[in-house]
């Protein structure tokens, strides 16, 4: 083992030592860039539904380009990363949370999107140099209305006020978010929540800890927690909320104060395909074809043009709604990719003390 | 010597091939990395982990969940395998119950606990109607969820493990020991329980190292403060693409257990699992203190049985001459009933709740509608996925058996340099977090053009196979009575004709469930399959996986109501087949 051996970054560690075992399989990479077809990621369930009438079958129609939507892990970094070291691409692009992008995008991973017009009528915040936004997530709270009353909460603070609102609580076991919450109910505003005040939001958790009866870890976890009326009040994410509402449980979403984050398309770097990605992902970011997926997918379409053609009804669901888009606070995943580690480590170990 | 030797290699050889390059190679990548950092040597991680008491807190956590799920799961299995070993007529049956949790999703398994569990689930619900209690019990969200749903878990692996065992213990010897005045508490205790005991250790330690890689179960039915370790490990790989810190943890977990398997060689011995008898009395001095103790304690155990049973027979609850040969009375019957109703009350709780209206789990289950069984049965993914997951794992069963079984042979029955050394690499992979096999994999296969096939999620499936494999074997190779192939030498037959007529008829019991071990391991496995499937191909786990992460709805209990009916088909068909077997076979003259 020479000196040079060592060498190396890390990445090119992982690459040398299966370099070792065949050449390189660049052939069928080669042989799939002639294809015009697309494999694409998406989370699966109503977003195969929902992309599928609203990007995949138009565009396919528009292009002749196929692109298939294959349900991936929900968070497909790791993955991501070892299909680009080893330059096996099994996915040309991926739906990626802004968080997941951003990890991904400190490590080289991502192609950086070009800026159509239709790209341009995505909002700013909405959107990364690597990420397009297709959909908006918000993070809200939600409320069982048989033990707690309609109307009962309407701020983070509400949360906090265990006399005045009895019931059983749940927060996100995870410094994401929940500390944002923290911050917010101890009267930190929107405006400037980052950077965010750690001690301080520690402060305000150590008054409610002895009052969360469960620290959830899971989306799933949260729409059977209040469907089946676990606890009484919890931060979930909007759909998952949703789900349960759909299902008939008494839930009630408060939209105020209520953070989002959005995710979008991020395409693999140095793909064989990327040129048709980029042409996809534009593609995406046209407001009448989100409009398409809003009926199976309880997230807001990026593009607000793409309000003219959603239904009163269903609008009123969608996290970017212009009606309590602006009272939402945007969650900050460039800051997190600072700190995330070092905040989470903190919190686990607050919430275990 | 030199034939010997060659023997040893023809036997060993195709392990070590196997698990160098399918295991070592992608978790020595790993664990590379949490020693690299851009290029240089560095200790940042192993420091971070020292410096922090949050790790070790975590590592305490996981350590103290396992040790409970393998007190309870060992204790609880142990009469279920006593009485499947004792019976020949129920047999079937009784596995049939014991593995029936297996065929639904650990997913679904994990939520039905949540609905029965629950402060307005099933069991407070119940219990609040008939008046028993005021306020819903706290029975979830704390280390009881977490306790009964990983015993729950780990019962069947436990049953599965010492059965062998327990079949291989010549009845004759209990008669023996009948004929000579004891009485059953001392029948069992004196000679069935140490006779049994290689299979409770095998149990013991293959159940406490499955339990340290459960995440989902504490995930899901604990509180903070059943956070296991490899939450850490797992969030940063996901959230963070910390490869480096996440290999450090992986290390830790790794250097513990092999630090608690040193400790438990220097106490027990490995006789039971690994070594021989041979091995066993060389620890002189140990057993010279601990087999007076053990005989003590057994003795006492089979005077207080006696006791009791002359008592109940007074009672006449007993028959008074039960012997060994009637099999066991009614107190055991009624004991393992009760632990078999344990193991599939959630499994079929799942049935009515696949047929509700609800577009959730939840009790009692809302209306009938038929809309779930629809769902599934109108999705091709369902069905390429049932078909995927069981080619994966006949393959994977077979790879592990053909690859396995030698590698036992030589550990039970040859002495060589490095046994310990061979030992420690055949269990190694249900030590090391599978997260890492599968991380390690993806990286070697996408080189290998194997990611996203049959074979590649075969190949990685027979690694995890192989521990289970050898364990289960070396407890009933190192009880085969060796000179029974000498016997066939000396009458002739050459080593291929013994092995085929002799040992392998006789070690039947324990290559079928070795390869239903692994058949299992691999239809229920997931993170590897997460990993390797990389979303085009598809088994069920991974399938029941993607929906649950998007939501847990009735279509998943559907789908495993349809598994569970499918395989207690084919078990009850195996089971009639076998018995009309028998049948013709006696009526033959």
């Known amino acids: ?353 | 010597m030199a034939s010997g030797q060659k023997t040893t290699w023809m036997l060993t050889g195709p392990a070590i091939l196997f698990l160098a390059v399918f295991f070592l190679v992608p978790v020595s990548w790993l664990l590379g990395l949490s020693v690299f950092d851009e290029g240089s040597l560095t200790a940042a991680n192993y420091q971070r982990l020292a410096d922090q008491p949050l790790y070790a807190r975590l590592l305490g956590i996981t350590l103290t969940i396992a040790g409970w799920t393998t007190l309870l799961a060992v204790v609880g299995g142990y009469p279920v395998a006593f009485l499947i070993a004792r019976t020949r007529d129920w047999r079937g049956i009784l596995l049939l119950l014991v593995l029936l949790p297996f065929w639904t999703s650990f997913l679904v398994r994990a939520f039905s606990w949540m609905v029965l569990l629950g402060r307005r689930g099933a069991l407070n619900q119940f219990l609040e109607g008939a008046g028993l209690i005021d306020a819903p019990l706290a029975l979830m969200f704390n280390l009881t969820g977490v306790l009964v749903a990983m015993a729950h878990a780990m019962l069947p692996l436990a049953v599965m493990t010492m059965l062998p065992v327990m079949l291989n213990i010549d009845r004759r010897l209990l008669l023996a020991s009948q004929t000579l005045g004891a009485k059953p508490g001392s029948v069992f205790w004196r000679i069935w329980f140490p006779l049994s005991m290689p299979g409770v250790a095998a149990a013991g330690i293959l159940v406490f190292v499955t339990s340290l890689g459960f995440f989902i179960t504490p995930a899901l039915l604990g509180s903070e403060r059943e956070t296991v370790i490899v939450q850490e490990i797992i969030f940063q790989i996901q959230q963070l693409l910390n490869w480096g810190f996440a290999g450090a943890i992986g290390v830790l977990v790794l250097v513990t257990v092999l630090a608690i398997l040193a400790f438990y060689n220097a106490v027990f011995g490995f006789a039971g699992v690994a070594g021989s008898a041979r091995q066993a009395t060389s620890k002189p001095l140990l057993s010279a203190i601990t087999k007076p103790v053990g005989n003590a304690v057994l003795g006492g155990l089979a005077r207080v049985t006696d006791a009791l049973y002359d008592a109940l027979a007074a009672l006449r609850l007993v028959g008074r001459s039960a012997s060994a040969e009637r099999g066991p009375g009614y107190p055991l019957r009624l004991v393992t009933a009760l632990i078999l109703g344990f193991l599939i009350v959630p499994t079929l709780f799942i049935v009515p709740v696949s047929f509700t209206e609800a577009s959730f789990l939840s009790w009692p289950p809302r209306g009938f509608s038929l809309q779930w069984f629809g769902a599934v049965a109108e999705s091709a993914v369902w069905q390429e996925a049932a078909l995927r997951s069981v080619l994966v794992a006949l393959l994977a069963a077979s790879l592990g058996l053909a690859i396995g079984v030698p590698a036992a042979f030589a550990l039970a029955r040859r002495s060589f340099r490095g046994k310990q050394v061979l030992f420690a690499l055949t269990v190694a992979p249900v030590v090391v977090p599978n997260i890492f096999i599968a991380v390690g994999l993806f990286y070697l296969f996408s080189r290998l053009g194997l990611t996203s096939t049959t074979v590649g999620l075969a190949l990685g499936h027979a690694v995890l196979a192989i521990p289970y494999v050898v364990v289960t074997m070396m407890a009933v190779v190192r009880d085969y009575d060796e000179r029974l192939d000498y016997a066939a030498y000396t009458l002739g037959a050459n080593k291929l004709r013994t092995l085929v007529e002799i040992t392998l008829p006789l070690i039947r019991p324990g290559l079928v469930s070795a390869f239903m071990f692994a058949f299992i391991i691999s239809f229920d496995e997931l993170t590897i399959a997460l990993f390797l499937t990389g979303g085009t191909m598809i088994t069920l786990p991974k399938k029941m996986w993607d929906d649950a992460v998007l939501q847990v709805s009735p279509e998943l209990a559907a789908a495993s109501v349809l598994l569970m009916a499918f395989m207690t088909c084919v078990i009850l068909a195996a089971e009639l087949f076998r018995r009309r077997a028998a049948r013709i076979k006696a009526r033959e003259p």
């Open chain 1, 1 to 353: 083992m020479t000196h040079s051996r060592f060498d190396v970054t890390r990445r090119r560690f992982g690459q040398l030592i299966g370099a070792a075992a065949v050449g390189t399989l660049a052939a069928p990479a080669i042989i799939r860039a002639q294809d015009r077809t697309l494999t694409v990621r998406d989370p699966g369930g109503p977003y195969a539904q929902g992309f599928k009438e609203a990007f995949y079958d138009p565009f396919f129609e528009a292009t002749g380009i196929q692109v298939t939507g294959v349900q991936g892990d929900h968070a497909p970094t790791g993955l991501i990363a070892s299909m680009v070291d080893a330059g096996n691409y099994t996915w040309d692009g991926s739906i990626l949370s802004d968080n997941a992008h951003q990890v991904l995008v400190a490590q080289n991973y991502l192609e950086p999107i070009e800026v159509t017009d239709a790209i341009r009528e995505v909002p700013e915040q909405l959107r990364t140099e690597y990420l397009m936004g297709t959909d908006v997530v918000g993070v809200i709270l939600a409320y069982r209305t048989d033990t707690m009353g309609e109307g009962a909460l309407t701020r983070w603070a509400d949360v906090w006020d265990v006399e005045g609102r009895p019931g059983l609580r749940a927060l996100r076991r995870s410094a994401f978010d929940t500390t944002e919450q923290a911050l917010l109910a101890d009267g930190v505003s929107g405006d400037s929540l980052y950077p965010l005040d750690f001690d301080r939001a520690f402060a305000a958790l150590d008054r409610l800890k002895d009052d969360v009866a469960i620290w959830w870890t899971g989306g799933a976890q949260t729409s059977q927690l209040l469907a089946t009326g676990e606890v009484d009040v919890l931060p979930t994410w909007n759909a998952r909320a949703q789900t349960a509402i759909d299902d008939g449980a008494p839930v009630m979403i408060n939209w105020n104060e209520a953070l989002y984050t959005f995710e979008g398309w991020g395409i693999l770097r140095g793909g064989p395909k990327v040129d048709l990605m980029q042409e996809f992902v534009s593609f995406c970011a046209q407001g009448p074809q989100q409009a398409l997926f809003t009926p199976h997918l309880a997230s807001g379409p990026t593009n607000p043009s793409a309000y003219a053609t959603i239904p009163e009804e269903r609008a009123a669901v969608l996290p970017s709604n212009p009606v309590f888009f602006d009272n939402m606070v945007k969650s900050n995943a460039g800051f997190w990719g600072g700190v995330g580690d070092e905040a989470n480590e903190r919190f686990n170990a607050w919430v275990l003390s």
